[in-house]
C-alpha cells in the first residue's frame, strides 16, 4: 500500500508490451540487464513501486504500484519512451534493425490488481521463465 498526503492506496498494475515485430531482442544478457536497470531507475525516479519485473526474449511483464493520480497510458509512455531512448543510445546496433526510430510496438496490455490478485500475477510472472 501507498500513501500521499491524502489517501492511502493499493492501486497495482501488470504491464506487458514487447520489442516492435515481437523481436527476441531482449535475450541480449547486456540489453536485458540494462533494460532491467532503466526500468528500476525509471520507477524510482517517478515513485513507482515495482512488484515484480521480467525481461522475456519477446516482451516485457512489470506489476508495478502507482499513485492515484497516474494514469496507466502516462506510466506506459514513460517505461516505452525513455526505454527506447536509452537503449538506442546505449545499443546503436539496434537502430539498424528498428530503422524508424521505433522500438516498442505500439500496443500493450494492462490489467489491474488489488491485494488479493497480487499474489496471482506475481506468481505468474515469475512462472514465466519456465
Known amino acids: 500500500m501507498g500513501k500521499t498526503s491524502s489517501c492511502i492506496y493499493n492501486i497495482n498494475y501488470h504491464l506487458i508490451w514487447c520489442p516492435k515485430y515481437r523481436k527476441p531482442i531482449l535475450?541480449?544478457?547486456?540489453v536485458k540487464t540494462f533494460l532491467e536497470d532503466q526500468l528500476q531507475t525509471i520507477a524510482d525516479a517517478k515513485e513507482y513501486e515495482i512488484l515484480e519485473?521480467?525481461?522475456?526474449?519477446?516482451?516485457?511483464?512489470?506489476?508495478?504500484?502507482?499513485?492515484?493520480?497516474?494514469?496507466?497510458?502516462?506510466?506506459?509512455?514513460?517505461?516505452?519512451?525513455?526505454?527506447?531512448?536509452?537503449?538506442?543510445?546505449?545499443?546503436?546496433?539496434?537502430?539498424?534493425?528498428y530503422w524508424r526510430g521505433k522500438l516498442w510496438s505500439p500496443s500493450y496490455y494492462v490489467g489491474t490488481a488489488g491485494t488479493v490478485s497480487a499474489e496471482?500475477?506475481?506468481?505468474?510472472?515469475?512462472?514465466?521463465k519456465g
Open 120 to 128: 496471482t500475477i506475481k506468481m505468474y510472472i515469475q512462472n514465466q
Open 53 to 97: 519485473l521480467q525481461v522475456m526474449p519477446d516482451h516485457i511483464h512489470l506489476f508495478i504500484s502507482a499513485k492515484p493520480f497516474e494514469a496507466p497510458t502516462d506510466i506506459v509512455k514513460v517505461f516505452k519512451g525513455v526505454t527506447a531512448l536509452r537503449l538506442f543510445k546505449k545499443f546503436p546496433e539496434l537502430k539498424e534493425q
Open 27 to 30: 535475450e541480449e544478457p547486456k
